[in-house]
DNA sequence: TTGAAAGCGCTAACAA
DNA sequence: TTGTTAGCGCTTTCAA
């Protein structure tokens, strides 16, 4: 039997400890952690010395206590599976890390107001919070309000004046989108939603109507929830139907890619001939060349970008409630007809840029 | 312009504030919000409807300084962008918001020892450790051991008898995809590794190999760093080659998906017949009709969870160093020929299990 | 440059 | 059941 000696999990060494070790006071060694302080060349060698044998390290809790900052930014964000959301993630978490600050992850289902959730990361004093594809209630926008605390939404719009929020252009994108296909000579159109409830997606939605309303075309409608296998469901049922549509834009690339399954391997559709296949975002898979996919580009990292530097501006000034629309592209691939006019090849990908 | 006033930064209520509203002491405020405490009812209200007047929300940092637990998880995590990773921090985040604990996210590149990283995450006290994809260094193991962190490396194997690993059956997984591929009666075999340094990486070489090897096979290689354009620009290279192969493992289903794209796009191969092509992990994708991947799984809803019951079983007892295998199970789609025997039929999926 | 002392907001004995 | 009293580990005046 080993030593239990070995398994005593001892309480992490203090500045104190380190201060008596070294024969100085407590404060020189938070000094000599503390980047600016007066601290003379010897006392900072000793304390260093010291704290290298016991193996000290800061506390940053404690620090966080005194200073009133954590360097922590709680982030809020659903789905993992939807690739759209691990990119925006992993975006984030480099923005966020050259911001200087640490990630304090919730994920969770999409909803709007998750707040037994916020009260949580709240309750951990996050510097910042950022909700992806998520919102405030009213009491809650306040209360951060109240105490100085930034919020920004990502990819979702607020109407509340105190929180921030960074979306794509999910009105100017819709409108491409729409052109685009009348421009590929389609005529029977069909829409599938994600959320009914998520601002992003009822832009999306108003956009691609009213544009093809005012061509005179009606448009089909389905809903999938932004869930992969409802998207299928949903897609198989538009085709197998008496009128089946020639055109159909899903307000997510995944659930597009759901649907190009469905058509191509149950359908045997010749995508990008007989249909036409459109979604929103531009995930790294819609590139692959099996999916190939006509979408619609949401730029990630500049939407992260913009969010951090939204909150950076917020924890220095006053500014607050700021809004910003993040412009994309349509980039073309195999998944619908080539219009005739307004294609342009950036050699690296094509994208739609009429007159 | 507006008031001023309206943007003053108030300081967050304090127990404090809350006592003198109600007319009780800190310390009852501090019982109103501990679950089991003893508390009047009356006192209790009273507190509660200052408490909520003031917006009062319990100070979590302070309380980790005090009981010195965080209830907060430090989890590495490198890329995203790999759905594999994606899924797991989704899991991760699921079983630890299950088990009382928030998630201190990193995200960054694979790497062996991320040393500066963890640094952060230690002083911040984080009550464990979970590293996907990559291990500690022995100077950090032993710190982690002296304080009583318990650590677990998820998918990497590791020496260090501190340290505890959750990992798939890499040779498991491994060795059934060399015999699957021989019952397909393949010829000429090719390995695209991912990188050189991974545990992981070489547990599966090894035993795909050394099973091939028995079988007097040799097998033709690749370095792809488990990264997309790699994977492709290895395949393009093999299958260009004098004597392509007709059977090709890849260490992760992200390249495998790869390779299957140059395969049937750039060579217009008819995978599945011409060439068999595999990957390891099973991906939400891999399953995607078009892409439709023969791999071994690597269950990550169970790997997850074991990972986070050895960090809840070493935070009550000792027991320190423990290491686990999850079974896989190889999963048969589209892109392999079809073996004469040991195919099972689940109804949902095809698994390989010869006698 | 240094140390002493007073907290940051809370929990946990200990008395009352 | 309550209030009083020490701290948790650190930063930050303020004197020395």
Chains 1, 2 share one sequence.
Not at 183 to 204: D, P, V
Request: hydrophobic share 45%; with cysteine; net charge neutral.
């Amino acid at each position: 039997m080993a030593s239990s000696r070995d398994h005593v999990p001892r309480r992490a060494p203090t500045a104190h400890d380190v201060a008596a070790l070294a024969g100085v006071s407590q404060s020189a060694v938070s000094r000599c952690f503390t980047p600016g302080a007066s601290i003379s060349e010897e006392t900072r060698q000793r304390v260093q010395a010291a704290a290298e044998q016991l193996g000290y390290r800061p506390n940053l809790i404690a620090r966080s206590l005194i200073k009133r900052r954590s360097t922590i930014v709680g982030v809020v964000i659903p789905g993992l599976q939807n690739p759209f959301y691990a990119a925006m993630l992993e975006a984030l978490s480099a923005d966020l890390a050259t911001a200087g600050y640490r990630i304090l992850l919730f994920n969770a289902p999409a909803r709007d107001t998750p707040d037994p959730v916020l009260d949580e990361m709240l309750n951990y004093r996050v510097d910042a919070l950022i909700l992806v594809s998520s919102s405030l209630s009213s009491g809650l926008a306040d209360e951060c309000q109240k105490i100085g605390l930034p919020v920004v939404q990502l990819n979702r719009t607020t109407e509340r004046s105190t929180v921030s929020s960074v979306v794509g252009d999910n009105r100017g994108g819709a409108e491409a989108l729409a052109r685009f296909l009348l421009a590929c000579e389609h005529e029977r159109f069909a829409f599938i939603a994600g959320l009914e409830t998520s601002s992003t997606g009822k832009a999306r939605e108003a956009a691609f109507l009213g544009t093809l309303g005012a061509a005179g075309k009606p448009v089909a409608r389905g809903v999938a929830n932004y869930v992969f296998e409802e998207a299928e469901a949903v897609a198989r049922q538009m085709l197998g139907g008496a009128e089946p549509p020639d055109a159909i834009f899903c307000a997510s690339d995944h659930m597009a890619i759901a649907a190009l399954g469905v058509a191509r391997t149950e359908f045997g559709l010749a995508v990008g001939r007989d249909i036409s296949i459109v979604g929103f975002d531009d995930i790294q898979m819609a590139a692959w060349p099996q999916i190939s996919l006509t979408t619609f580009r949401q730029p990630v990292r500049a939407m992260s970008s913009r969010a951090v530097a939204i909150i950076e501006a917020q924890l220095q000034g006053t500014r607050t409630g700021l809004s910003e629309v993040v412009p994309g592209d349509l980039v073309i691939r195999g998944s619908t007809r080539m219009p005739s006019h307004g294609v342009v090849d950036l050699g690296y990908e094509r994208v739609w840029r009429p007159s």
